[in-house]
């Protein structure tokens, strides 16, 4: 009996560095039923030839052109051209691990849920991802503490182990996983019934993940994430969270305001968790432009205003101070009363980090 089609989307820009081990990692999936949608966005390096040699060696590959339009955009665009029965997304700096596949689908499958997830795995050299790999590959014996004392069988009738995975119906995924930082749209598989009902918010640059989850929920009967570990997460220097301030990082504010209309309409009991989201997206901003330099610091004043803002409006809910993460209570309350010091003193102290690190750096 053959296999469900899966269709692996991967949105391209400037990625001849790391694409073609992208791929590699996903044609070499131990799921055999797949087709890899590679969007190429108006890259300008080597990355249109890389996806012509690709789409040649592999028979699964289909590469499509766009020009510059956007994550978002280009996902939307294969999204739409897709003829799997279920979907996934990686980003092209990324990679998977040999059984990704398999176990999200056996998992999908075995609960019958719109939505499985996993965890992921960080990585930054060849040899930290070869060691990630050789650390998944089946053992019979001595299971880490988060797997479930038993092994499960695939769809070839082969024994895998088996994580720890928690189901969830639509309000407890979204106040038990979305809320709690799971807001990543990779490391996850989708059937195509849900997808079908929603395509990524373009134009936005930091938090169409999130928004796209969210967009996803009225839709959503069911989702299990599991404890499995597939997702070889790059951390890229040159990634777009890497990147000093501009003012596409308000967006990250934006679309936590907008995903709070939307889950205040479902749910009006979870004021307070979606209030300390905005004042966490605000603080993440905050700190973005504590980074600049002196002018730099001067010219974003008016975004540093309509942060100072939307904290105090935030602020103004009753517990949204108890979701936040460690630290950021204090900060919050410290950048609103005196918000010019907050900055200077993060700078600063972010300084002091970094000349401390080079310091320990040459004595190594």
Known sequence: MKRDLISVIVPVHNGQDY??????????????????????????DRTGEICAGLQDRYENVVVFTLEDLGVSAARNYAMDRAKGAFLTFVDADDR????????????????????????????????????????MEPKSAALPAEKITFLAENADGQKQEAYAEQC????????????????????????????????????????????????????????????????????????????????????QVRCWETAGDLILQMDEELKPQTASKIITAVM?????????????????GEYVRQCRGKLKEQLQIPGSLSYLPGGYSMKARLFCGLPGFYIWLYHGLCRFKRMLKQMQDRRR
């Open 284 to 300: 993440l901003t905050v700190g973005k432009i504590a980074l600049c330099s002196t002018k730099e610091r001067r010219q974003a």
């Open 96 to 135: 998977l691990c040999p059984d990704t596949l398999s176990y999200l689908h056996e998992r999908i499958t075995a609960t019958d849920s719109d939505l499985a997830g996993c965890r992921f795995h960080i990585w930054g050299t060849a040899q930290e991802w070869e060691n990630i790999c050789r650390s």
């Open 168 to 251: 969830y119906d639509r309000r407890q995924y979204l106040a038990e996983s979305i809320l709690k930082d799971n807001c990543r749209c990779w490391s996850k598989l989708y059937r195509r019934r849900l997808v079908d009902q929603v395509r990524f918010r373009e134009g936005l640059t930091v938090g169409e993940d999130m928004l796209f989850l969210v967009d996803l929920l009225p839709f959503l009967e069911s989702a299990v994430e599991t404890a499995y570990p597939g997702y070889g997460y790059y951390q890229n220097p040159a990634g777009v969270m890497q990147r000093p301030f501009t003012s596409s990082y308000m967006d």
């Open 19 to 44: 694409l073609e081990n992208c791929i590699e990692s996903i044609a070499g999936q131990s799921y055999d039923n797949l087709e890899i949608l590679i969007v190429n966005d108006g890259s300008t």
